[in-house]
């Protein structure tokens, strides 16, 4: 893995632990709302987030043999860093 790739799987990391961690980064108006749908929209969320995250990282990292080879192939024809 290259040194920008293990940077992003860090920051990913850290993403998550904070998301499951419990933070609610859109709040519900609990007068309106009661605590068992406050907990069932967070897990939806922290859900989403874990799925999405995990495939945008796995897609945009160079994690795979393959995925190693096309960024080799993309960096002699100077199309990438």
């Not at 799925?51 to 002699?76: A, H, P, R």
Request: charged share 15%; net charge positive.
């Amino acid at each position: 893995m290259d040194k920008s790739s293990l940077i992003r799987t860090i920051l990913l990391a850290i993403a998550l632990v904070n998301q499951v961690a419990g933070t609610v980064v859109i709040a519900l108006n609990e007068q309106h709302v009661s605590t068992i749908v406050d907990g069932v929209y967070l897990l939806i969320s922290t859900l989403i987030t874990v799925f999405i995250s995990i495939v945008t990282w796995f897609k945009n990292n160079y994690v795979t043999e393959k995925g190693l080879k096309q960024k080799n192939v993309l960096q002699q024809n100077k199309l990438i860093k």
